[in-house]
């Protein structure tokens, strides 16, 4: 995983690999759905331009998306594909 990512580019790589869209809130919330529509939780992501923390990123953002850290990490640099990651939450 890289040293730091800014919290636009962690909303684009959440918009592509859970192909949900984030809306224009005080903090921008996306909702995370199976496959079949059905609703498993909710992600939040600052509105800032700036490096998020990476405790941030650990605690806050991987807990959200429902993944491991070793998934979180392939999530953030692009390995794992949307599929893999509606994989994911279609077995929750």
Do not use: W
Request: with cysteine; net charge positive; proline share 2%.
């Amino acid at each position: 995983m890289k040293g730091e990512y800014k919290a636009l580019d962690v909303r684009g790589i959440c918009e592509k690999k859970a192909e949900t869209k984030f809306g224009a809130t005080k903090e921008h919330q996306a909702v995370l759905r199976k496959r079949d529509g059905t609703k498993v939780g909710k992600v939040t992501v600052s509105k800032g331009r700036n490096p998020i923390k990476r405790k941030t990123l650990h605690d806050g953002i991987r807990n959200q998306l429902r993944l491991t850290k070793e998934q979180f990490e392939r999530f953030l640099d692009c390995s794992m594909t949307p599929d893999e990651y509606l994989d994911i939450l279609d077995q929750l």
